[in-house]
């Protein structure tokens, strides 16, 4: 299939424009880009009409699928507090691939997103990279994309109320540390093991946090305060662990740190307000302050803490104050795949990689732009009117 008459937006390394091109599909994924109009033209190709044609938008932190579209407590499946630590939690065991939500992000143009647990836990499961479209979740999935840990306020108040450890800052870190700590010898004993009765017994825990200790997937921080930014770089720092900075509401408060050590951070809802004592240094200007002193980032929207379908709203705000244009549209594109762990599928208009694609009427970040078309894995999920 081929898309033609579109001006491409790649968001490749280069940052290539094609003012006046094609790109064409095959088996679901990009077979060519080129300037011009191809040579052959068949009653299945599309044709762009001049407007803009870019990679589908990336959300990496979301609970999609996790708390249901209008579903109430029974659609609600996103938090396990009844254990502070369960790594073993599984994201494709809770996700309801049918929520209205998906069609949603299909509409805005998302074309991928990365979901999982809430932040109630301070090792809360697992996080998962997942098209948005598909006929179920096990075709959709991309890959493993952390392990979710939550710092600060969220899991202190909850175990406050249940009078359960963790009801400090302090105690969140050590049954972090003790978690990892346990998963790493309990590693070691693995590969020690010459015969089947050395292995230690099974732990369910300990296999669960192995690839995070192996440097196969993130651990995907959930922080707001700089305080508790600093405390995931240190317990990171400690395990050998890749961070990746959820939130990281008071990142312009050290932002010059952060970009020293090199940190990543997903940086989002944007469209919100204060509603809690860790957001009281919120500010619009976050993402441009982190990316000017250096940091890879990524916007999200949290979803549903601002609906999907705002993301790009989201990012805009970030450009409005002061996050350079390219830098918003890597940060919904090709550096959001890239931090998800998954920027070899998808992310950028790239020869070899999945046929994401959208086409859009107008600035991806005017309010009255149209998505006219999204494309997952090279088949056509949605077209205005």
Known sequence: MYI????????????TVIESGFVKTENGVIAEISEGVPAELSDGDINAHGNILMPGFVDIHTHMGFIGDGAGEEGIDV????????????????????????????RAGVTSVVTGVGSLNPIGGDMIALKTAGRCLDDALICRSGIKFA???????????RDEAPQTRMATAALI?????????????????????DRPDYDIKCEALIPLLNGEMKAHFHCHRADDIMTALRICREFDLTPLLIHCTEGHLIADILGEKGAEAVVGPIICDRGKPELANASLENAAKLSAAGVKLAICTDHPETPI?????????????????????????????????????????????????????????????????????????????
């Open 79 to 106: 938090n396990e507090g009844s254990d502070p630590v369960m790594p073993q939690l599984r994201a494709v065991d809770g996700i309801n691939f049918r929520d209205g939500y998906f069609a949603d992000a299909v």
């Open 151 to 161: 710092l600060g306020e969220n899991p202190k108040s909850y175990y406050t109320e």
């Open 4 to 15: 033609y008459n579109a001006k491409i937006i790649t968001m490749d390394d280069r940052g």
């Open 309 to 385: 379908n705002f993301l790009t709203a989201g990012a805009a705000y970030c450009h409005k104050y002061g996050l350079p244009k390219d830098t918003a549209l890597r940060a919904l594109t090709s550096t959001a795949a890239m931090l998800g762990g998954f920027g070899d599928k998808t992310g950028s208009v790239s020869v070899g990689k999945d046929a994401d694609l959208i086409i859009l009427d107008g600035d991806p970040f005017e309010i009255k732009t149209n998505v006219l078309m999204t494309m997952i894995n090279g088949k056509v999920y949605y077209e205005r009117n």
């Open 177 to 197: 540390r003790e978690a990892l700590e346990k998963a790493k010898r309990y590693k070691e004993q693995l590969e020690r093991a010459e015969e089947p009765e």
